[in-house]
């Protein structure tokens, strides 16, 4: 731990040191376009910090690849360990994008799929797999080709050990998601149904899986997590989209490696692992 602190603070100090460099050279245009009565002053100090961000951005993903891999090996993988002996951890491994695209809630034409952090395993008695992923699509806009990111944030697979027979849709409305072959079922609770639109196949079995409790636990992990939550159900599985809008299970350079602050990394990995509790996934309704 104190190796990747130490290894922490040089990272710190020389990102601060380019800090201070970028600054004196934009010090330095500015008295260069004065001193030349250049008169497109605004213009090139724009630039300039357009350079220096990208420039930056990418001596820090080079300064840090590093400690971001020997965090996950010595940090991440202890954490997951001591909070469960039967979930395993694969720094590099994602679900692969046949299962992302299976459930059709997210554009079948990506232009980028890329994850990591994978968890996999039993967890209270639930076969779950979980990592990050990262999706991206083309599109045209003023007839320019724009790619925009469609899905950044946690993806899960939860088996419930019982099969279903129909498929089913919890959309969040913020999501603005329409499943335009499926039907739209409209549940009692009122709560749910001002977060949520609900899609399926089978209203009967719609209305099997959505019980009043799961409903209120399902708007329990969305106010959890503070984000976008989409769902489907199909087969024997639950398949949950998290958009965090963040890659998890990353290191923090602004934050001091010790055991006290291990504890916010593992705070954020328990509430992740929670998913099977909060939606109480392990009770009759979904084992054999």
Do not use: H
């Not at 913020?174 to 549940?187: H, L, N």
Request: proline share 1%; net charge positive.
């Amino acid at each position: 731990m104190l190796k990747l602190e130490n290894e922490r603070q040089r990272i710190l100090f020389r990102l601060k040191l380019l800090k201070i460099l970028m600054f004196l050279g934009l010090v330095a245009c500015v008295y260069i376009c004065q001193v030349r009565y250049i008169d497109k002053i605004m213009m090139v100090f724009v630039g300039y910090v357009f350079i220096c961000i990208i420039l930056y951005s990418i001596a820090k993903t080079k300064l840090s690849k590093s400690i971001v891999v020997n965090f996950k090996d010595e940090i991440i993988l202890n954490i997951i360990n001591e909070l469960s002996a039967t979930l395993t951890y694969d720094k590099s491994g994602y679900i692969n994008q046949d299962e992302f695209d299976r459930c059709q809630i997210y554009p079948d034409k990506l232009k980028r799929y890329s994850g990591n952090d994978l968890i996999s395993g039993t967890q209270s008695g639930v076969n779950i797999r979980l990592s990050d992923i990262y999706a991206t699509k083309q599109i045209q806009t003023n007839n320019k080709s724009k790619e925009i990111v469609v899905f950044k944030g946690i993806f899960a697979i939860c088996e419930f050990n019982k099969k279903i027979r129909f498929k089913t849709y919890i959309i969040d409305k913020k999501a603005k998601i329409f499943i335009s072959d499926k039907s739209r079922a409209y549940m009692d609770d009122s709560e749910f149904e001002a977060k949520f639109n609900v899609y399926c196949t089978d209203q009967i079995d719609a209305r099997y899986i959505l019980t009043p409790r799961f409903m209120q636990d399902f708007i329990k992990l969305k106010n959890e997590f503070k984000c976008i939550v989409n769902a489907c159900f199909m087969d024997n599985r639950m398949y949950l989209f998290l958009e965090l809008n963040k890659d998890s299970f990353e290191i923090r350079l602004d934050i001091k490696i010790s055991e006290e602050n291990i504890k916010i990394y593992k705070n954020e990995i328990e509430q992740i692992l929670n998913i099977v509790e909060i939606l109480r996934l392990n009770d009759d309704m979904f084992i054999k």
